[in-house]
Antibody, heavy 123, light 108 residues
Framework: EVQLVQSGAEVKKVGETLRISCKGSGYSFTNYWIGWVRQMPGKGLEWMGI????????RYSPSFQGQVTFSVDKSISAAYLQWSSLKASDTAVYYC????????????????WGKGTTVTVSS | SDVLTQPPSVSVAPGKTARITCGGN??????VHWYQQKPGQAPLMAIY???DRPSGIPERLSGSKSGNTATLTISRVEAGDEADYYCQVWESDNDHYVFGAGTKVIVL
């Protein structure tokens, strides 16, 4: 079964650092881009960016460029999302998802999602 | 990136048909994908490439597109269909991924 398993909920303070993880199983992890999506409390889905586990090629949404960092450890089929200095406005649920599709046929979409990691940042 | 416009909510009685629209200048030139998100759960792929259904998604859910408007149709609505539904496109000209604001389907 194809799965993305995300790390558990985090409660942090403003200014702290954080790294959350997303581990893939049941498929060839290095063959599919992993995307990150934010959902703030009571709000919709926001695209943060994507990373290729094979070569760590990374594309950030302009809204998140410079605010977060994506990384991977392909030896353990894990992708990471990290912050160097958290803000209260980073409070949200963060999803990782596997990118599927083709630029020549229908474009790209996310076919498998993790259950999400809830990040709560307080002052 | 262009905006995808969805109605905030759609109310429907059990057994009837719900239609959720997704409009925008980028809809006509890009494929539209739909996700279902039930309360407290992660999004789930519901429709991809305008009208294709992943395995496990009931045939009652279908997608279509005309011009700059895509539509997700839920036939014979059940209580379990109550969820938020999001449309999404990938913009080939700038490699951006855009979500609509989401539509809450309320089963009366």
């Amino acid at each position: 079964e194809v799965q993305l398993v995300q790390s558990g909920a985090e409660v942090k303070k403003v200014g702290e650092t954080l790294r959350i993880s997303c581990k893939g199983s049941g498929y060839s992890f290095t063959n599919y881009w992993i995307g990150w999506v934010r959902q703030m409390p009571g709000k919709g889905l926001e695209w943060m960016g994507i990373i290729h586990p094979g070569d760590a090629d990374t594309r950030y949404s302009p809204s998140f460029q410079g605010q977060v960092t994506f990384s991977v450890d392909k030896s353990i089929s894990a992708a990471y999302l990290q912050w160097s200095s958290l803000k209260a406005s980073d409070t949200a649920v963060y999803y990782c998802a596997r990118r599927q599709g083709s630029r020549w046929s229908g474009g790209f979409y996310m076919d498998v999602w993790g259950k999400g990691t809830t990040v709560t940042v307080s002052s | 990136s262009d905006v995808l416009t969805q109605p905030p909510s759609v109310s429907v009685a059990p057994g009837k048909t719900a239609r959720i629209t997704c409009g925008g200048n980028n809809v006509g030139r890009n494929s539209v994908h739909w996700y279902q998100q039930k309360p407290g759960q992660a999004p789930l792929m519901a429709i991809y490439n305008d009208s294709d259904r992943p395995s496990g998604i009931p045939e009652r859910l279908s997608g279509s597109k005309s011009g700059n408007t895509a539509t997700l149709t839920i036939s014979r609505v059940e209580a379990g269909d109550e969820a938020d539904y999001y449309c999404q496109v990938w913009e080939s000209d700038n490699d951006h991924y855009v979500f609509g604001a989401g539509t809450k389907v309320i089963v009366l």
